[in-house]
């Protein structure tokens, strides 16, 4: 079974603050996800990778930047923590772009980040 | 834009009730549709999917069908248990965007 894990369940942080939310795959996926869930809005990809070193904005990348210098790895950072950034933070993970699977996403547990 | 949406939550049903949950999307092209569910605690997982037009995806004895003259793809289950009980999230996939586009999720609450 394709396993996600994240770093943190829950995580704690003062505004201000460089938060790292880290995120491991197992299954050799060349594709990696951040997003973050609030109720109401669904959820919203913050950036995504699809290759080690490669990275791409998504929908709402503002206050958030991210780092992937391993394949299975992949992290997200809040440079400066806001209590707007308070959320439930997801990642996911999917093979590459030639086999038929690519949107078929495998997501870890979540952070659930609260900022103070 | 692409955008999925859902009829709010939460669905309240007892056990072995018949049980359905609208999806719409709007999209400019022909996309890929999805359902996911989160059970409480745990991350996403894929429930179900269907790629074209008139494809009924089905598991678990959930099933949906991509309907394109109504741009809909309604969950539905006949008899839903307790163990159903989850936040269900309707989605789209469009080969030139790259990306999930998710509806805002429901939750279904299952009463013994």
């Known amino acids: 079974d394709v396993k996600v894990t994240q770093s943190s369940r829950y995580l704690v942080k003062r505004t201000g603050e460089k938060v790292f939310l880290e995120c491991v795959q197992d299954?050799?996926?060349?594709?990696m996800f951040w997003y973050r869930q609030d109720p109401g809005l669904g959820l919203r990809l913050i950036y995504f990778?699809?290759?080690?070193?490669?990275?791409e904005k998504g929908d709402i990348p503002e206050g958030y930047s991210v780092s992937r210098e391993k394949k299975e790895r992949f992290s997200l950072i809040l440079e400066s923590a806001s209590t707007n950034q308070t959320s439930m933070y997801l990642c996911?993970?999917?093979?590459?772009?030639?086999?038929?699977?690519?949107?078929?996403?495998?997501f870890g547990p979540g952070t659930r980040l609260t900022v103070t | 834009g692409n955008s999925v949406t859902q009829m709010e939550g939460p669905v309240t049903l007892s056990e072995e009730a018949f049980l359905t949950i609208n999806c719409t999307y709007t999209a400019t092209g022909y996309p890929s549709l999805f359902w996911y569910v989160q059970y409480p605690g745990e991350g996403l997982q894929l429930l179900l999917k269907a790629t074209k037009a008139d494809d009924k995806g089905s598991n678990k004895g959930f099933e949906a069908t991509y309907r394109k003259e109504t741009t809909s793809f309604h969950l539905e289950k006949g008899s839903v248990q307790v163990s159903d009980s989850a936040v269900y999230f309707c989605?789209?996939?469009?080969?030139?965007?790259?990306?999930?586009?998710f509806g805002s999720g429901t939750r279904l609450l299952v009463r013994p």
């Open positions: 989605a789209l996939w469009m080969d030139s965007s790259y990306k999930l586009i």
């Open positions: 996911a993970s999917s093979p590459g772009r030639a086999g038929a699977f690519i949107y078929e996403q495998y």
């Open positions: 990778s699809y290759d080690v070193k490669m990275k």
């Open positions: 299954m050799d996926h060349e594709n």
